[in-house]
């Protein structure tokens, strides 16, 4: 059996357990209101999301680092497995005692209290957070690495489709768990059931996870895979920086032929050093601080609704609980179109940063309607829709203004999208929390939002205005700017 073959029940395991771990914060969301104890207010929502999300930001440089060797990939997985089990049963455990204090007042008083509990649950989600973190970042260098000893050309493709195989897996069970756990949650008259639930199911995965990982043939590459890795290049045709950069602003279909037919000679010429040239020199370049500008609008749009959406529908619009987690499971199902297939059919028609400025406007807009009336879904949607679109491209905006190939999925491209998502994640959750228990209703929380991204998007639309005149003006002159760095 080949390498490829025998990787792919480990592979299938893993995204099931990822799955299986993002689904559970998916869920707490539109169970937040159910989970916290006596009405806790919106900031504290804020706080237990961010506590979930916080670890991706600290976990991802040292994940994503080239320190992190093969060899402990797979202890990496485990106990990234291990500690999304223990969260997920201490948060059930939690919920438990909560539930059983709210009617006892014994307990109540010196067992978990409502203030012992605003404490735990946010501890307890952190710890699924890390667990989370741990597996999905893990499982992207695992994926790499386990497909090494195919040939360059093989390989690329391959790990490029068992990730977007993992990426639509996730999504798809984020989508599934709120509507999922919410049925669970109200027929069993316990929040606490679908979270134990979850960690029984992580815990078995965890448990296979340590026994197929810790073989000896999974992720291990031969000697001649190696040697043909690094004889065999000719898959590997980067995109020349000039040319690849006509694909900014034009239609990429306009493109092809300038794009992909680059001469063997320049092809090889290119592959003479295939390094990641670090996070340093992405940063020399000024569209790169850009770009990321935008990545954090497009990721603290989003998650600026979570802590705020669900108190909005269920006490203001009177809406059912079920109501609730089904806009939840919408939002994650059109996050994940957005960054399937569609995006793909709006980068050939408009181009990569044409895309990128549509998506915010299309956000833009979502925040606008959402202000106009007592319509909830179709502007959470546009909003959802804009900023999954910029957020997908973020890593092909950056290689195209810094001529980092993309051929590794973690390397300091993702390292900066990675991280400018998670800075944009907690940003929004955690102002409009402030916002909304400083005495703000929803509507005027997300009109300061509205006005703040009129302001950014100013900001931002300046730079890409000017360059957008000279690319039909002067082409030349618009290259040399986008590409231009900044000497150390």
């Not at 992207?140 to 386990?146: A, G, H, L, N």
């Not at 043939?217 to 001649?224: A, L």
Request: glycine share 6%; charged share 15%; proline share 5%.
């Amino acid at each position: 059996m080949s390498e490829q073959d025998a990787s792919i029940p480990h592979f299938i395991l893993l995204v099931t357990f990822n799955a299986v771990a993002v689904g559970a914060f998916t869920a707490s969301m539109p169970l937040l209101p159910m989970m916290l104890p006596d009405g806790s207010p919106v900031i504290f929502s804020a706080i237990t999301l961010i506590a979930f999300a916080s670890p991706f930001l600290i976990l991802n440089p040292i994940l994503t680092s080239e320190r992190i060797k093969a060899c402990i990939l797979s202890e990496v997985l485990i106990c990234g497995a291990c500690i999304g089990t223990v969260g997920n049963m201490l948060l059930s455990f939690t919920l438990l005692v909560a539930h059983r204090t709210a009617t006892d007042a014994f307990l109540g008083k010196f067992v978990l209290s409502p203030s012992v509990a605003r404490i735990c649950i946010p501890i307890t989600m952190a710890i699924s957070g890390i667990g989370a973190s741990m597996s999905h970042l893990g499982i992207v260098r695992w994926i790499e690495d386990s497909l090494r000893s195919l040939t360059e050309s093989v390989r690329q493709l391959v790990v490029g489709e068992r990730i977007a195989a993992s990426e639509l897996a996730i999504g798809l069970g984020a989508a599934v768990s709120p509507i999922l756990f919410y049925c669970v949650a109200t027929t069993r008259q316990s929040v606490f059931v679908p979270f134990l639930i979850a960690g029984c199911l992580q815990m078995c995965l965890s448990i296979r996870l340590s026994t197929v990982l810790r073989s000896p043939t999974s992720g291990t590459p031969s000697s001649d895979g190696i040697a043909s890795e690094s004889t065999t290049r000719e898959g590997s045709q980067w995109m020349s920086s000039e040319r690849f950069a006509n694909s900014a602003y034009g239609s990429i279909r306009e493109n092809d032929e300038t794009i992909f037919k680059i001469s063997e000679a320049e092809a090889l010429l290119d592959l003479q050093d295939d390094r990641d040239p670090g996070v340093g020199h992405a940063l020399r370049f000024p569209w790169v601080w850009i770009t990321l500008f935008l990545a954090v609008i497009a990721s603290s749009s989003t998650s600026f609704l979570r802590p705020i959406l669900a108190p909005r529908l269920l006490h203001e619009l009177h809406e059912p609980q079920i109501a609730v987690a089904a806009i939840f499971s919408l939002c994650t199902l059109t996050a994940t179109i957005a960054e399937g297939r569609m995006i793909l059919l709006i980068m050939d028609w408009l181009g990569i940063r044409n895309a990128v400025f549509v998506g915010l406007l299309v956000c833009f807009c979502g925040f606008r309607i959402l202000l106009e009336g007592s319509r909830t879904i179709f502007p959470v949607t546009l909003i959802v829709l804009g900023s999954s679109t910029a957020l997908t491209l973020t890593v092909l905006d950056l290689s195209l203004t810094t001529h980092i190939p993309t051929n590794n999925a973690s390397n300091s491209l993702n390292l900066l999208a990675g991280f400018a998502f998670s800075v944009g994640e907690v940003i929004g959750m955690l102002v409009a929390g402030l916002c909304y228990d400083g005495g703000d209703g929803f509507v005027e929380t997300a009109s300061k939002w509205y006005h703040f991204m009129c302001i950014a998007y100013v900001l931002a639309f300046i730079p890409y205005g000017i360059m957008l005149i000279c690319e039909h003006v002067f082409p030349s002159a618009a290259r040399r700017v986008v590409s231009y760095r900044v000497p150390l």
